[in-house]
Structures are given as structure tokens and as C-alpha cells.
């Protein structure tokens, strides 16, 4: 189970991650209070507040402003710089041993002072409960954490992991306080104590409510007074028209591709402003490799050869999206476009056909394509739509979709249901390991029965090992070259991140980018 596969941020709505980190940050940010607080309209929800629980966009976004890690993503970057610690490094050169020393001077919100034991205590306790809705399965590298004395603390893996730094910088490095959170479960109340840059003055359904907290020692420089997240619960409209009334300062994730692409449209008289991000989240066409239709290599180059991008794009999601022509996307270090150089950009029939007839079939392909917009949004059905159309078009196949709760979905895909299923994914780091070795290592999120020995016993341990992630293109490309000839997924489209805000409102240009992290001490308004 992993919670980042989610309700995309559109189409509903680089640098490299270092494994040899040094250096030290600034000893103390901004701990503002002057500027005015801003109110934030959001689709999501936030799962939980206790880091050792959520694994989804919105508590991670919960997380990454109350909490602090070690390590954090600076603006429009994806290589890991000081933020708990005051410097990081690998001390063997397997990367097998991380050590990180404390900043001076460290509290949490509440007055209590954080020292390398309530690191400990929050890795050994996130490890310990292993909640299925967690970010744990992060780190099964992880073998111990020592703390020599209460400013050091030392990681012990149990294999090299280059990216470890980058896991650390993530939600799912947050640091408790070992006072407040019981060591063998989870936090129920709806609170959190941390040392980020502001507390959690409340929670409940309809919203959340972040003041300054005024012992925040880090990076962040904040500019407001405070946040109020309110929680439309996937009502679009609703979001949308709070948005226009000025009941909200800004929306992110949950606007539809329409309501963005017309909103960016309109005259100056609305008082809006669309802002667009980058973004590394990706969606894929998944094949079950037993199915007995998709498992047929000549089907899935067919597929590949009939599938018109573009035309998704234009027609389903209005240009909030580009196409994906690889499993590792655009702006993450390693990149390549193995599809595109495999299968073109344009679709041949006779290509396609030609395909089909190398693997002996010669009657029409009858295939299901399956989808879930209770997970991916509504769009993903007409999507999906499209898709069977395009491949229809030549008469070398007969599909349809059919839709199901999400429940039901995973449910059938683990039981191998389904020969074709949707899948998005939302990177829990922006480096390319979090874009292969879930998918294609051992333990595969996806579920489609693909094993391939020279993906899983040579290049994802290689590059894993790699702590100078720039050495590790080749070995991506060759992995990358892989899938796109065998074909266990084929990619469809990588995301553009948005949000709007009404006129005033400013710094969205620094909260949307491939780290995922939105920065809510960037956000001012006059």
C-alpha cells in the first residue's frame, strides 16, 4: 500500500538529491509575526496530523510547516541543505553511515527542548507502530539510530542509500517531541507539537489553524502571521467560489483543469491570478504481466504505438499537463525519453499493427481499461475514454472502461483483476530512485507481476550506492531503456502544478515546485 499514489493536483487540480551533504544553513530564520495571515482554500484532506500516520498530499503539507527535519528541500531545489541539523554527512564511503549534528539552541513549540533524543525517538517510534497508512515503508534500509551525545546523531543502513539525505528532507523525516508522543502508538486528538515554522493552533473538519511559532531556529524566512487552511472536501464549486468572493485568499489542489484554464483566461475584473509550478507528479497506464490479453508484449507495443498524448492534453485536460514520454520525469537528474525514441510521438497504425501480427494475433484486441476517479479525479474516466478511442480508431482493438471505487480497485488489482488500471504517483523526493525502485524493486507498489533481474539485482543497488547522484544517469537510462522494451507501464502525462490567488496575494511562485513542499511562510498579502 502507498498513499502517494493520489488524487492528482492537475490534471484535476533539477538539481540532484546529494548523498554527501555538508555545509551549514543560516542559525536561525525569520520568525515573522509582522506581515498579515492569509487563508487558504484546499480540496485534500489532511489524514492525520502525526507524522508516523500520514502518507498523503495534505498532511504532508501539514507536516512540512509545523514540523522540521534534519534536512529540508530549499526553494526550487532538490538537493538537501541543513535544516534541524547544522550539517550531514555520509562518514563511510558505502553510504551506510549518516551523521548529522544538532544547531544550538533548539526548541520545540511548546517550550520543550529537542536534542538528538527525540530524533531517535521519532525514527525508532515511526518504525515501531509501521502504520499501514505511514511513511515507514520509506525507510527499510534503516537498521538503527545511535546518539553519541545531544547534539549527534548517527544512522546505521543496513545496505548503501544514496538517498537516505533526500528521505530525511521529506514529511516523513519529521521530529516529534518524545515528551508528547506515546513511543507505541498513534497520536487520536488532532494535535501536534514540533519545532517548524508554526504551531497548530487547531484542527477540525472544516479547517486548520497555524500561528508563528516563535522558537522556529531554521532556514525558513516566514512573511505572514499565520495560516487558515479551510477544507472544501473535494467540492470544486464550492472552492471555486469561495476563491471569487474572497471568502479565500488562494486555492490549491482541487480545481478542475477547467476552472484553471478558464480562470487564467478571464479579465483583469475577477481580481485572480493563475500561478504555475513545476511538478514531478506523473500518471501511467499499468499491465498486469499475467493477464492473459496485456501480457502479451505485441498488445502492449501496440498500445504504446497507438497512444496520442497530445491529443489528451488538448482535449481532456486543457494544457495543464505536458506528455510523459519516460518513468523518471522531466526535471528530475536522469531523465530521459526512451518512449518517445521508442514509439514516437505520433501514432502509427502501422506500427501498431505490425506489433500484433509479430506476436501471432490477428483478430481485434478486446480489452478493458480500468479506473477509479473516486482517487484520480473525475477527468481520469473521460481520459481513459479517450485512450480506448484513440486505440479503436484503426479497428485493431475493442476497449472499453469501466470505473470502480477505490476501495474495490486495489482491492482487485492485488487479486489480479484487472489487465489494464490507472496509477498516479506523487514523488515522496524528487530523485529518480523514487520514480524506479518503487515500481520496478523489490516490493512493487504496482502490483503487475514484472520482475526484471538486471533492474533488481544490478542497477537499482548500484544506484543506490552512488552517494554523487550525477554518477547515476547512465544507470537510470539503462533502466529507463528497459522499461520502454518491455513495457510493465506506459507512461501518459507528468502534471503542471497549480494555484490561484486573488490580486495581493504573493510568494505562490515559491511553493510550487518538484520538492512537493509548499512553503506556507513564502505566502504574503497586503
Avoid at 171 to 183: F, P
Amino acid at each position: 500500500m502507498n498513499m502517494r499514489y493520489q488524487w492528482p493536483v492537475l490534471p484535476i487540480v533539477a538539481g540532484l538529491a546529494s548523498g554527501l551533504l555538508t555545509g551549514c544553513g543560516t542559525e536561525s530564520g525569520g520568525l515573522g509575526g509582522t506581515g498579515t495571515s492569509v487563508v487558504m482554500g484546499m480540496s485534500d484532506e489532511v489524514l492525520a496530523t502525526d507524522p508516523a500516520s500520514g502518507y498523503d498530499p495534505g498532511s504532508w503539507l501539514l507536516f512540512d510547516n509545523v514540523f522540521q527535519s534534519l534536512l529540508s528541500f530549499p526553494k526550487g531545489g532538490t538537493e538537501p541543505q541543513p535544516e534541524l541539523a547544522k550539517k550531514c554527512t555520509f562518514t563511510d564511503s558505502r553510504a551506510t553511515v549518516y551523521q548529522c549534528e544538532l544547531r544550538d539552541g533548539l526548541k520545540f513549540s511548546n517550550d520543550d527542548a529537542l536534542t538528538s533524543q527525540d530524533v531517535k525517538f521519532s525514527f525508532d517510534r515511526m518504525l515501531r507502530i509501521n502504520d499501514p497508512s505511514g511513511p515507514a515503508i520509506m525507510f527499510p534500509t534503516l537498521g538503527s539510530v545511535d546518539t553519541p551525545d545531544a547534539k549527534k546523531v548517527v544512522f546505521h543502513l543496513k545496505v548503501p542509500d544514496a538517498t537516505f539525505p533526500s528521505k530525511l528532507a521529506s514529511g516523513a523525516g519529521s521530529i516529534v517531541d518524545h515528551r508528547q508522543y506515546d513511543a507505541d502508538g498513534l497520536r487520536k486528538d488532532g494535535k501536534a507539537v514540533g519545532s517548524g515554522p508554526y504551531r497548530l493552533d487547531s484542527f477540525d473538519q472544516d479547517k486548520a489553524v497555524f500561528s508563528v511559532n516563535g522558537n522556529y531556529r531554521g532556514t525558513a524566512k516566514v512573511k505572514n502571521s499565520g495560516i487558515t487552511l479551510k477544507f472544501f472536501h473535494g467540492d470544486r464549486a464550492a472552492l471555486k467560489k469561495a476563491l471569487l468572493d474572497g471568502s479565500v485568499d488562494l486555492a490549491y489542489r482541487g480545481l478542475s483543469a477547467s476552472d484553471v484554464a478558464g480562470l487564467d483566461q478571464q479579465d483583469d475584473s475577477k481580481g485572480v491570478d493563475v500561478v504555475e509550478g513545476s511538478s514531478a507528479e506523473v500518471q501511467h497506464l499499468v499491465f498486469n504481466m499475467k493477464d492473459p490479453v496485456a501480457g502479451k508484449l505485441g498488445v502492449r507495443k501496440a498500445m504504446a504505438y497507438l497512444l496520442d498524448r497530445d491529443a489528451l492534453i488538448k482535449n481532456v485536460y486543457q494544457g495543464t499537463a505536458t506528455p510523459l514520454y519516460s518513468i523518471v520525469p522531466t526535471g528530475i537528474a536522469g531523465h530521459n525519453t526512451a518512449f518517445f525514441d521508442t514509439y514516437g510521438a505520433r501514432p502509427s497504425q502501422a506500427e501498431a499493427a505490425a506489433a500484433l501480427r509479430a506476436d501471432g494475433i490477428t483478430g481485434k484486441v478486446k480489452l478493458t481499461l480500468w479506473s477509479t476517479p473516486s482517487r484520480y479525479g473525475p477527468a481520469t474516466d473521460q481520459e481513459l475514454k479517450a485512450i480506448a478511442g484513440q486505440l479503436n480508431a484503426g479497428g485493431l482493438f475493442d476497449a472499453d472502461v469501466k470505473s470502480v471505487t477505490f476501495d474495490q480497485y486495489e482491492k482487485d488489482i492485488a487479486a489480479g483483476k484487472y489487465g489494464v488500471y490507472v496509477k498516479g504517483w506523487v514523488p515522496d523526493y524528487p530523485d529518480p530512485d523514487n520514480f524506479t525502485a518503487p515500481f520496478f524493486g523489490k516490493g512493487n507498489v504496482l502490483d503487475n507481476h514484472y520482475r526484471n533481474g538486471t533492474i533488481t539485482g544490478t542497477l537499482i543497488p548500484h544506484t543506490a550506492a552512488q552517494s554523487d547522484r550525477g554518477a547515476t544517469d547512465q544507470d537510470f537510462g539503462r533502466l529507463q531503456d528497459i522499461v520502454a522494451a518491455e513495457l510493465p507501464v506506459l507512461p501518459v502525462w507528468q502534471a503542471k502544478q497549480y494555484a490561484v490567488a486573488r490580486d495581493g496575494v504573493y510568494g505562490l511562485e515559491y511553493c510550487l515546485d518538484a520538492s512537493t513542499v509548499f512553503r506556507f511562510w513564502e505566502l504574503s498579502k497586503d
